[in-house]
């Protein structure tokens, strides 16, 4: 390009003087000096040098042109390879998920709070027991609520109890080997075959270390079992859409530590048996608008808390037995 512009002409030679006198004699003399020997050894004209010139132009088009094909055929490898990559990993380490699925994974991703859930929040709101006409102002509201003694009458306020549960999933063929979502928070108790493997002296703490663990229910025969001991709380609205599971929380002092749940609704939570403290906090990036506050329920009052948005941690205390059937609506 430069060997062919080196004899300016007309406008060109007005644009080459200007570039003279930019980058000085010396520089414009060297390719004069190059475009004769480039003539000398073998190119014969000015149109050689055109023909030469086009060529290096149509090479360079076609470098675009490999580069873009190179760009696709990367992309197109990482979209393949990428998943083929993490299912082989998987099966390698006997994971269904290359990624944990847990609360540190779900708190690094989990949307920014807007903070408008609980501004001006500074306690639950306590309701007596109330019919669901009455209730229906509150429903869907992420203030924290308690329906005091909504729950007392349940038959599961007087069966249900550590022994009643143990019988039955030992009685019912399969069913401890289908539990869902077990929790041992901060106990040594693994699985339910262990919470149920307790020695008696162990199980109300009259030995050992305090324990508290949860789980969903999710064997069909025990879930029918525990249902007949309590239906759906009589305030909620007629046409809330519930789970197919329910999630019992037993045990003593420890409860659940500092957390959100990554449910898809609302949380209403039973307390049937001892007290149990709540502490709310807002997500940290509302700390500057709002407040952490706490309260506790008694036996026989229903609480409702979406925790989905209040962080919660959960205390019983000490020497008491806790015992809740949690679910969800929606
Ligand atoms: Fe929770």
């Given at each position: 390009?430069?060997?062919?512009?080196?004899?300016?002409?007309?406008?060109?030679?007005?644009?080459?003087?200007?570039?003279?006198?930019?980058?000085?004699?010396?520089?414009?003399?060297?390719?004069?000096?190059?475009?004769?020997?480039?003539?000398?050894?073998?190119l014969v004209?000015?149109?050689?040098?055109?023909?030469?010139?086009?060529?290096?132009?149509?090479?360079?088009?076609?470098?675009?042109?490999?580069?873009?094909?190179?760009?696709?055929?990367?992309?197109?490898?990482?979209?393949?390879?990428?998943?083929?990559?993490?299912?082989?990993?998987?099966f390698l380490?006997?994971?269904?998920?290359?990624?944990?699925?847990?609360?540190?994974?779900?708190?690094?991703?989990?949307?920014?709070?807007?903070?408008?859930?609980?501004?001006?929040?500074?306690?639950?709101?306590?309701?007596?027991?109330?019919?669901?006409?009455?209730?229906?102002?509150?429903?869907?509201?992420?203030?924290?609520?308690?329906?005091?003694?909504?729950?007392?009458?349940?038959?599961?306020?007087?069966?249900?109890?550590?022994?009643?549960?143990?019988?039955?999933?030992?009685?019912?063929?399969?069913?401890?080997?289908?539990?869902?979502?077990?929790?041992?928070?901060?106990?040594?108790?693994?699985?339910?075959?262990?919470?149920?493997?307790?020695?008696?002296?162990?199980?109300?703490?009259?030995?050992?270390?305090?324990?508290?663990?949860?789980?969903?229910?999710?064997?069909?025969?025990?879930?029918?079992?525990?249902?007949?001991?309590?239906?759906?709380?009589?305030?909620?609205?007629?046409?809330?859409?519930?789970?197919?599971?329910d999630y019992?929380?037993?045990?003593?002092?420890?409860?659940?530590?500092?957390?959100?749940?990554?449910?898809?609704?609302?949380?209403?939570?039973?307390?049937?048996?001892?007290?149990?403290?709540?502490?709310?906090?807002?997500?940290?990036?509302?700390?500057?608008?709002?407040?952490?506050?706490?309260?506790?329920?008694?036996?026989?009052?229903?609480?409702?808390?979406?925790?989905?948005?209040?962080?919660?941690?959960?205390?019983?205390?000490?020497?008491?037995?806790?015992?809740?059937?949690?679910?969800?609506?929606?």
């Amino acid at each position: 390009m430069f060997l062919f512009i080196s004899r300016p002409m007309g406008t060109l030679g007005n644009r080459m003087r200007a570039v003279r006198d930019r980058l000085g004699d010396d520089f414009l003399d060297k390719l004069d000096e190059l475009h004769l020997n480039a003539l000398r050894t073998g190119l014969v004209s000015t149109v050689d040098l055109q023909e030469a010139y086009r060529k290096a132009r149509d090479m360079n088009a076609n470098q675009n042109r490999l580069n873009f094909l190179w760009l696709l055929g990367i992309i197109f490898f990482i979209m393949v390879a990428t998943p083929v990559f993490y299912e082989t990993i998987s099966f390698l380490l006997g994971v269904r998920c290359f990624l944990p699925n847990n609360h540190l994974v779900w708190e690094a991703t989990r949307p920014i709070s807007d903070c408008e859930f609980c501004k001006g929040v500074v306690a639950p709101l306590i309701l007596p027991n109330l019919t669901r006409e009455d209730f229906a102002r509150y429903a869907y509201s992420s203030r924290p609520i308690i329906v005091k003694k909504a729950v007392a009458h349940w038959p599961a306020e007087r069966s249900l109890n550590y022994t009643y549960i143990k019988e039955l999933y030992e009685s019912v063929p399969g069913a401890l080997d289908t539990v869902c979502q077990f929790q041992h928070f901060n106990s040594d108790l693994k699985s339910l075959r262990d919470v149920f493997k307790m020695s008696p002296k162990r199980a109300n703490l009259s030995e050992g270390a305090p324990w508290f663990v949860g789980w969903s229910v999710c064997h069909p025969t025990v879930l029918t079992e525990l249902r007949k001991l309590y239906p759906r709380p009589h305030f909620l609205p007629v046409d809330a859409e519930m789970p197919n599971t329910d999630y019992i929380l037993m045990g003593y002092e420890q409860g659940a530590v500092m957390h959100l749940d990554y449910i898809p609704r609302l949380m209403w939570q039973a307390q049937l048996q001892g007290n149990k403290s709540w502490f709310l906090s807002p997500a940290p990036e509302c700390d500057h608008q709002c407040q952490s506050f706490f309260f506790y329920v008694e036996p026989g009052d229903a609480v409702l808390v979406d925790t989905r948005t209040w962080y919660h941690a959960n205390t019983i205390p000490r020497g008491q037995f806790s015992l809740t059937v949690q679910s969800e609506y929606g």
